[in-house]
C-alpha cells in the first residue's frame, strides 16, 4: 500500500501542515492567512505566502468554507410548479442573471422547486441545519411564510418581487404599476376605447400593481372603471386563452387588452384567432415581459420590458454583501420598466 510522504496529502499536494513547517509557524496562523484574518504580522503574513508560493499549495475550499463556518452554496428557491418555471421565460432570465453573479464565484447554486407546505417545512429545515450561506426567492405569494421564517433564523435572504407595499424582507423589484400604465396609455393613445386587461393572481404583489396602473390610465383618461373589462388570468397561457374568450363574451366589442404577462398575452392571441378577431386590426394587444415569446409572436407583440437579467444580478449581489458583511439589512430596490412597441398595437 502506498504510504503519503511526511506532511503531504494522501493525493501528493502540499499540506497546511507542510506550509506551516516551511513557514515556520503554527497551522492556525496559515489558517488565518488564508482567509484573510487581520490577526497576522506583516512579517509573518509574508513568510506564510512565501511557504505556499515556494510549494505550490492549493487551499481546500470545503476546508476553508467549514473553519469560517460557510457551506459555499446559496438556494434559488421557487413557490411555483415545473410547468411554470420551466416554460416561461421570467424564470429563466432570473436564472441566467443569478449564474451570471455567481459566475467567478466558489458558490454553488442549489434551485429548489416548492410545490406544497410539506416541501416548504422541509427546505426550511435543510436551510436550518448551515447546508446554505443564504436564500433567493422568485415568485413569492402574498401568504407565504416562508420568507419570515428564513429572516428569523437569521440567514440572508432577498426576494424577487414584493408580498407587500411595505415588505421587510430586502428584495428586488421592478416598478410594475408604472409599466402597466404605459402600456393602457398606448392603447388610449393608439385610438382604442375599450380598453380590457387580464391580470395575474391576486394573491401577488405583482399583478395587483399591474392592475393598479391599468386602472390609474384608464381613470387618468376620463375613462369609468368597469369590473366587466377585467379578467383574472395566473400568468399563464392557458388562463389567459380562458380570460381572453371571458372577456369577449362579456364586451365582444372590445378594441384593445393589456395582458400582465406576455404568456397571457400569447393565451390571449390564440383566442382571438378562434373567435375570428384579428390583432391589430380588431383588437390591440400589450404584454408584460418583453420576453423572447414577444418577439416571435405573430404579429410581434407589444410589451412592457422588465429586466429579468438584470434583477438577478441585483438581487446576488445584495445577498452576496448581506453573507460577506454579515449583515442582516439589504436593498429595497425597484428596477425601472419601459414598453417596446411592435405590431401587435
Given at each position: 500500500?502506498?504510504?503519503a510522504r511526511r506532511?503531504?496529502?494522501?493525493?501528493?499536494?502540499?499540506?497546511?501542515?507542510?506550509?506551516?513547517a516551511?513557514?515556520?509557524?503554527?497551522r492556525?496562523?496559515?489558517?488565518?492567512?488564508?482567509?484573510?484574518?487581520p490577526?497576522?504580522s506583516?512579517?509573518?503574513?509574508?513568510?506564510?505566502?512565501?511557504?505556499?508560493?515556494?510549494?505550490?499549495?492549493?487551499?481546500h475550499q470545503?476546508?476553508?468554507?467549514?473553519?469560517?463556518?460557510r457551506?459555499?452554496?446559496i438556494a434559488?428557491?421557487?413557490?411555483e410548479?415545473?410547468?411554470?418555471?420551466f416554460?416561461?421565460?421570467?424564470f429563466s432570465?432570473?436564472?441566467?442573471?443569478?449564474?451570471?453573479?455567481l459566475a467567478d464565484?466558489?458558490?454553488?447554486?442549489?434551485?429548489t422547486?416548492?410545490?406544497?407546505?410539506?416541501?416548504?417545512?422541509?427546505?426550511?429545515?435543510?436551510?436550518a441545519?448551515?447546508?446554505?450561506?443564504?436564500?433567493?426567492?422568485v415568485?413569492?405569494?402574498?401568504?407565504?411564510?416562508?420568507?419570515d421564517?428564513?429572516?428569523?433564523?437569521?440567514?440572508?435572504?432577498?426576494?424577487?418581487?414584493?408580498?407587500?407595499a411595505?415588505?421587510?424582507?430586502?428584495?428586488?423589484?421592478?416598478?410594475?404599476e408604472?409599466?402597466?400604465?404605459?402600456?393602457?396609455?398606448?392603447?388610449l393613445?393608439?385610438?382604442?376605447s375599450?380598453v380590457?386587461?387580464i391580470?395575474?393572481p391576486?394573491d401577488?404583489?405583482a399583478?395587483?400593481?399591474?392592475?393598479?396602473?391599468?386602472?390609474?390610465?384608464?381613470?387618468?383618461a376620463?375613462?369609468?372603471?368597469?369590473?366587466?373589462?377585467?379578467?383574472?388570468?395566473?400568468?399563464?397561457?392557458?388562463s389567459?386563452?380562458?380570460?381572453?374568450?371571458?372577456?369577449?363574451?362579456?364586451?365582444p366589442?372590445?378594441?384593445?387588452?393589456?395582458?400582465?404577462?406576455?404568456?397571457?398575452?400569447?393565451g390571449?392571441?390564440?383566442?382571438?384567432r378562434?373567435?375570428?378577431?384579428?390583432?391589430?386590426g380588431d383588437?390591440?394587444?400589450v404584454?408584460f415581459?418583453?420576453?423572447?415569446?414577444?418577439r416571435?409572436?405573430?404579429?410581434?407583440?407589444?410589451?412592457?420590458?422588465?429586466?429579468?437579467?438584470?434583477m438577478g444580478?441585483?438581487?446576488?449581489?445584495?445577498?452576496?454583501q448581506q453573507?460577506?458583511d454579515?449583515?442582516?439589512e439589504?436593498?429595497?430596490l425597484?428596477?425601472?420598466t419601459e414598453?417596446?412597441?411592435?405590431?401587435?398595437?
Amino acid at each position: 500500500m502506498a504510504v503519503a510522504r511526511r506532511g503531504m496529502g494522501r493525493d501528493g499536494r502540499p499540506t497546511l501542515e507542510q506550509v506551516a513547517a516551511r513557514a515556520g509557524v503554527g497551522r492556525g496562523t496559515v489558517s488565518r492567512v488564508i482567509n484573510g484574518s487581520p490577526r497576522v504580522s506583516d512579517r509573518t503574513r509574508a513568510a506564510v505566502e512565501a511557504a505556499i508560493a515556494d510549494l505550490g499549495y492549493v487551499p481546500h475550499q470545503a476546508a476553508r468554507a467549514l473553519a469560517a463556518n460557510r457551506s459555499n452554496a446559496i438556494a434559488l428557491v421557487v413557490p411555483e410548479v415545473e410547468a411554470r418555471v420551466f416554460a416561461e421565460p421570467f424564470f429563466s432570465g432570473i436564472i441566467r442573471g443569478v449564474s451570471a453573479e455567481l459566475a467567478d464565484t466558489d458558490i454553488q447554486l442549489l434551485l429548489t422547486l416548492i410545490r406544497a407546505p410539506r416541501e416548504r417545512a422541509r427546505f426550511a429545515q435543510y436551510a436550518a441545519s448551515n447546508r446554505v450561506d443564504g436564500v433567493l426567492l422568485v415568485s413569492v405569494h402574498g401568504d407565504d411564510p416562508l420568507p419570515d421564517q428564513l429572516a428569523e433564523m437569521g440567514l440572508p435572504v432577498v426576494m424577487t418581487g414584493r408580498r407587500s407595499a411595505d415588505e421587510p424582507v430586502p428584495h428586488v423589484d421592478c416598478d410594475n404599476e408604472g409599466g402597466a400604465q404605459l402600456a393602457v396609455e398606448h392603447l388610449l393613445g393608439r385610438g382604442r376605447s375599450t380598453v380590457a386587461t387580464i391580470t395575474g393572481p391576486s394573491d401577488m404583489y405583482a399583478a395587483r400593481c399591474r392592475l393598479e396602473g391599468y386602472r390609474e390610465a384608464m381613470r387618468a383618461a376620463g375613462k369609468r372603471p368597469d369590473d366587466e373589462l377585467v379578467a383574472m388570468g395566473d400568468f399563464t397561457e392557458e388562463s389567459g386563452h380562458a380570460a381572453m374568450r371571458e372577456l369577449l363574451r362579456r364586451r365582444p366589442h372590445l378594441d384593445g387588452v393589456f395582458c400582465a404577462s406576455d404568456p397571457m398575452a400569447i393565451g390571449a392571441r390564440r383566442a382571438l384567432r378562434e373567435l375570428g378577431r384579428t390583432v391589430p386590426g380588431d383588437v390591440a394587444l400589450v404584454g408584460f415581459d418583453d420576453s423572447s415569446l414577444a418577439r416571435h409572436m405573430d404579429p410581434p407583440l407589444t410589451s412592457v420590458r422588465q429586466p429579468m437579467e438584470g434583477m438577478g444580478r441585483a438581487m446576488t449581489r445584495a445577498l452576496l454583501q448581506q453573507i460577506h458583511d454579515h449583515e442582516p439589512e439589504g436593498p429595497h430596490l425597484v428596477l425601472p420598466t419601459e414598453l417596446v412597441r411592435r405590431a401587435s398595437s
